[in-house]
């Protein structure tokens, strides 16, 4: 009986001494932003979750996360809508994830599928429902690591409605169905995070770790980005970033209280990783990881593989050639045609306007990807070129909203602007020193010009724009019908004309002309812009 009592005792002791190694381990959190479909770029998702499988070999206290924009981007989740790479995420084995803007660009009736599909489930402390008034997401999650919890808390850019067709969050009267709580000084998307923060710390949350896809400064409003949340809250811990595709291995900012915390971001398409570590004394420290010395996971790579496999034959349909590059973006990747002419986009607004028999063809900058390089040209090509798989629509405006359209596409000039306006048919002088007096609501949505235009001398198809006059224009419904990047298009009248999507005219043009002119050959367009 005694032996007994003693090899209980013994393994009592044991359990007790391991259980205690495990609480002393470190917490490690994975993180990931703005990956944009970028399954196998970079260090890509197959390695990442053998990283992660090699890290629980060694600690079981393991997350990953992710700070958004995971499901569009490019081809592979284009032609889903977003689904492959939820497959893929779960196989990877996320823990939490937070949807960015561009989750929801398929439309709320898919983003609400793909929420659903989701193993993880999204956290979102500022995405509400005005019907009922309640959060669309649980604004957080806990989980829990031996005796210590770690609270996720998830904010999302308000800059969201308007860069996503403003249809998915109205009904169908118009009627504004989803917000993400914003007012003048965005102290109620402030007070979403804190709310959240403080009922954590209710629960016991010994860390507070927001995901936030807020980014640096964009479209000139300061209070959305991710510094000015830090200093406008207090009891959080570290703030994981995405949105603007920032790398930043640790940034130090203070909170309302003079806390510092650190801000963090990976950047895009998996170029790098992130781990943050809390140690077992509270401290916690971040780095970006650039390459990982593991194998890849052989599920995954099967994974997409196959998926890539299903879409081949009609992604290698051949459209017809280019002897010269077709320019979205310079070499190093920074935008062409988010703030000046390019040969693309002359070139796309033309196949709008060609395939439509229209006065003026419209595409905005945002809306053009990547580049097509010499050579074939294939279906893929114009995919990648045009991911969104936006509606074409048809209407009729004045010369008035068409001058008044195109200078608020420059108002951000010479910053880049998604909302940047490129047209066939049309030419004008733009003056860049003149301050813009374009005016906005509260929630980015044109309402007019106050002062002088920096748009001057507009020509359509040759002669002067008369601005009483009604012009056919073909453009996305994003920014004509759905008023994205707050884009009014006021009086538009649509007609009843059949269309496709961006990506099919496109592709039809291309196909009917054979092989791109050398009239585009020019990078910087064919002089549709005169910059003073």
């Known amino acids: 009986m005694k032996k007994l009592l003693a090899i209980l005792l013994a393994v009592s002791l044991l359990f007790i001494s391991c259980a205690g190694k495990v609480q002393d381990q470190d917490i490690v959190i994975l993180y990931t932003n703005d990956v944009h479909c970028g399954v196998d770029d970079n260090i890509g998702y197959a390695k990442l979750a053998s990283y992660k499988k090699q890290l629980l070999e060694q600690n079981p206290y393991v997350t990953l996360v992710d700070a958004g924009d995971a499901v569009q981007g490019d081809i592979i989740g284009a032609l889903s809508k977003g689904e492959d790479i939820i497959r893929i995420l779960n196989m990877t084995g996320y823990d939490v994830a937070i949807p960015g803007n561009h989750e929801f660009d398929y439309g709320m009736k898919q983003f609400t599928k793909l929420s659903k599909m989701l193993d993880c489930g999204y956290i979102a402390s500022n995405f509400r429902d005005l019907k009922t008034g309640n959060l669309v997401f649980p604004p957080y999650k806990i989980i829990k690591y031996g005796k210590k919890k770690v609270a996720y808390v998830s904010v999302t850019t308000p800059e969201t409605l308007i860069q996503v067709s403003v249809a998915t969050f109205h009904d169908a009267d118009e009627k504004q169905t989803y917000s993400f709580d914003w007012d003048a000084i965005s102290q109620t998307m402030y007070q979403d995070v804190q709310t959240a923060i403080d009922q954590a710390r209710k629960e016991g949350a010994d860390y507070v770790i927001i995901l936030s896809h807020l980014g640096e400064k964009m479209n000139n409003r300061d209070e959305w980005t991710s510094k000015a949340l830090i200093a406008n809250i207090q009891g959080a811990d570290l703030l994981i970033d995405g949105h603007t595709h920032s790398v930043i291995p640790a940034l130090i900012?203070?909170?309302?209280?003079?806390?510092?915390?650190?801000?963090?971001?990976?950047?895009?398409?998996?170029?790098?990783?992130?781990?943050?570590?809390?140690?077992?004394?509270?401290?916690?420290?971040?780095?970006?990881?650039?390459?990982?010395?593991?194998?890849?996971?052989?599920?995954?790579?099967?994974?997409?593989?196959?998926?890539?496999?299903?879409?081949?034959?009609?992604?290698?349909?051949?459209?017809?050639?280019?002897?010269?590059?077709?320019?979205?973006?310079?070499?190093?990747?920074?935008?062409?045609?988010?703030?000046?002419?390019?040969?693309?986009?002359?070139?796309?607004?033309d196949a709008f306007r060609a395939i439509y028999n229209a006065d003026i063809g419209l595409i905005n900058g945002g809306g053009l990807r990547t580049n097509i390089e010499p050579g074939t040209i294939r279906y893929r090509d114009a995919l990648s070129v045009l991911p969104f798989g936006n509606q074409l629509c048809v209407v009729e405006v004045s010369g008035k909203t068409i001058l008044d359209e195109l200078e608020y596409g420059v108002r951000n000039l010479p910053a880049n602007s998604g909302g940047f306006l490129h047209a066939s048919g049309v030419t004008y002088t733009l003056d860049t020193s003149i301050p813009s007096s374009v005016q906005v609501d509260i929630t980015g949505f044109f309402t007019g010009v106050a002062g002088p235009y920096r748009i001057s001398d507009v020509k359509v198809n040759g002669v002067p724009l008369n601005l009483d006059k009604k012009y056919i224009v073909v453009g996305l419904d994003y920014f004509i019908k759905n008023n994205g990047s707050g884009h009014i298009f006021a009086g538009a009248k649509l007609l009843p004309v059949e269309t496709g999507t961006d990506c099919e005219a496109l592709a039809e043009y291309i196909q009917k002309i054979g092989k791109i002119p050398s009239e585009y050959s020019d990078p910087k367009g064919q002089g549709r812009i005169r910059f003073k």
């Open 253 to 349: 900012v203070k909170d309302k209280t003079g806390k510092e915390v650190t801000i963090t971001q990976t950047g895009t398409k998996l170029a790098h990783l992130g781990k943050a570590t809390i140690h077992p004394s509270g401290e916690i420290t971040v780095e970006l990881l650039d390459a990982l010395d593991v194998d890849p996971d052989e599920k995954i790579t099967n994974l997409i593989a196959d998926i890539r496999k299903q879409h081949e034959e009609k992604l290698e349909t051949p459209l017809g050639t280019v002897d010269f590059p077709l320019l979205a973006k310079n070499r190093d990747g920074s935008w062409i045609v988010r703030s000046k002419e390019s040969n693309l986009a002359d070139f796309v607004s």
